[in-house]
């Protein structure tokens, strides 16, 4: 049975769902805790040293709109933020099914797997689902009274569920992929919605034959049928994905880094010779087009990672052109570099 409802910590994974909870007026303390972990580098062991260099990574990836410091800053707030349990007799989080929900909620639960729990209890409502929506997107999407109307649904964090999660953070973490590939592909009832979202953070390894992750040919294939903007290019890629986990600005990072290659497999025609990582509004002055090399690519006739190299974060894997880790579509499986 669940304890009242009257004094609780609420952990969200995002401002708009976190706003539309407190708007709902429930009683309780919201908090957000919504750093993006699909991309690494990622440590297990926190340390001065792997704190700078999230730091540096997350401030790179804002194309240096935010310091490596106001990131440190801005991590630092969230970490006291989640602090705030001990005040409260439970702690909420809230989560839905998609992968960027997924390995948060994997990593929060870690940390509270080593936190003094007594007489404190640790809920979980994670959606996958609502009956009002025909095609469920994530808790964004809910209305303050949808949202505080699924709060009854929550349940407490059972230890089966600790223990996946420890044990998927530390996958994550792993400079391979392959315990990710063996968590995916084993009992991940305790936590429903893992095992898929597992197996689509493998799908974002660049692909055996093509040498693109499953969003870059998402988004390369939205040009190809017709998407002319980066908002197109969104909504079809946002369509092709049965649980769409990213936002605006890793989409347009990812058109910029096919422009930017050395031999670019996207032509970015605008005010700009690339899109602007932070604005939303007006993006459609930029207007995409396949470029001969992405053409070839998509008819599977060149690979990206043998024409331009590779140098990302997955997790804590580091894909460099010496330790190309890919993804089989056909056979559904990781492979290891040769």
């Known amino acids: 049975m669940n304890p009242p409802s009257g004094q609780m910590l609420h952990v969200h994974p995002g401002d708009c769902s976190a706003a539309a909870l407190r708007e709902s007026g429930v009683e309780g303390k919201v ?18 040293e792997s704190r700078r260099e999230r730091a540096e990574f997350l401030s790179e990836g804002t194309g240096g709109a935010l310091s490596v410091e106001q990131c440190e800053q801005w991590r630092t707030r969230q970490d006291n ?3 705030a349990y001990a005040d409260y007799p439970e702690t909420v989080l809230w989560f839905d099914a998609c992968l960027y929900d997924q390995t948060i909620l994997v990593h929060l639960l870690d940390w509270f797997a080593s936190q003094d729990l007594a007489e404190r209890q640790l809920s979980l409502l994670c959606v996958g689902q609502h009956p009002e929506f025909e ?8 209305t303050p009274a949808q949202l505080l109307a699924l709060l009854p649904q929550r349940v ?15 996958a994550l973490c792993a400079d391979t992929p392959l315990a990710v590939a063996q968590v995916a592909t084993s009992d991940t009832s305790a936590l429903p919605y893992l095992g898929e979202a597992l197996i689509r953070f493998l799908e974002q390894f660049p692909a055996v034959g093509d040498g693109l992750s499953r969003l870059e040919r998402e988004c390369l294939a939205a040009v190809a049928n017709g998407a002319t903007d980066p908002i197109e290019v969104f909504s079809a890629a946002s369509t092709a994905e049965p649980h769409p986990f990213f936002g605006d600005t890793m989409v347009w990072e990812c058109l910029n880094r096919l422009a ?7 032509a970015i025609g605008g005010p700009e010779p690339f899109l602007p990582q932070w604005e939303g509004e007006g993006l459609g002055r930029w207007q995409l087009a396949l470029t001969t090399a992405g053409k070839q690519i998509l008819a599977g006739e060149a690979d990206a990672v043998a024409l331009n190299g590779i140098d990302l974060w997955y997790g804590g894997t580091h894909v460099v052109p010496d330790n190309v880790w890919r993804w089989d579509r056909a056979n559904r499986c990781i492979v290891a570099p040769k």
């Open 31 to 48: 908090t957000v805790w919504c750093e993006v972990l699909l991309r690494g580098p990622l440590r297990l062991h926190k340390t001065e």
């Open 81 to 83: 933020g989640l602090l």
């Open 135 to 142: 095609r469920f997107c994530g808790l964004g999407e809910l």
């Open 156 to 170: 407490p964090v059972t230890p089966a569920m600790f223990d996946l999660a420890q044990r998927s953070w530390r």
């Open 260 to 266: 930017r290659a050395a031999t670019p497999l996207l």
